[in-house]
Nanobody, 121 residues
Framework: DVQLVESGGGSVQAGGSMRLSCTIH????????MGWFRQAPGKEREGVAV????????YYADSVKGRFTISEDNGENTVYLQMKSLNPGDTAMYYC???????????????WGQGTQVTVS
């Protein structure tokens, strides 16, 4: 029974910051990765940030490099996405995901949260 629960979404003005969090229940990993994806109306789901559990690679989409930071708190089994300098292009439903193998595409992840909406105006 694996559950991922996102929180922290909402509406902000351009230039603002937000911090998303995702708590994971019933899931333990030593390899693979935790990631954040987003999907806007009319667009496909895209990976925005991925943290490999072994710390080898931290992936960021070109559109968010320098603005978004992914991190985790192992003790609390939580992954975060700190977002800065937000712009309207960041508006989307953001999803937390977990996978047993390393990857940066949605198909690489087997567990998903319900998503949290981020709206930037």
């Amino acid at each position: 029974d694996v559950q991922l629960v996102e929180s922290g979404g909402g509406s902000v003005q351009a230039g603002g910051s937000m911090r998303l969090s995702c708590t994971i229940h019933g899931y333990t990993y030593s390899a693979g990765c935790m990631g954040w994806f987003r999907q806007a109306p009319g667009k496909e789901r895209e990976g925005v940030a991925v943290l490999y559990t072994n710390g080898v690679v931290t992936y960021y989409a070109d559109s968010v490099k320098g603005r978004f930071t992914i991190s985790e708190d192992n003790g609390e089994n939580t992954v975060y996405l700190q977002m800065k300098s937000l712009n309207p292009g960041d508006t989307a439903m953001y999803y937390c995901a977990a996978g047993l193998v390393a990857g940066t595409k949605a198909a690489d992840f087997g567990y998903w949260g319900q998503g949290t909406q981020v709206t930037v105006s």
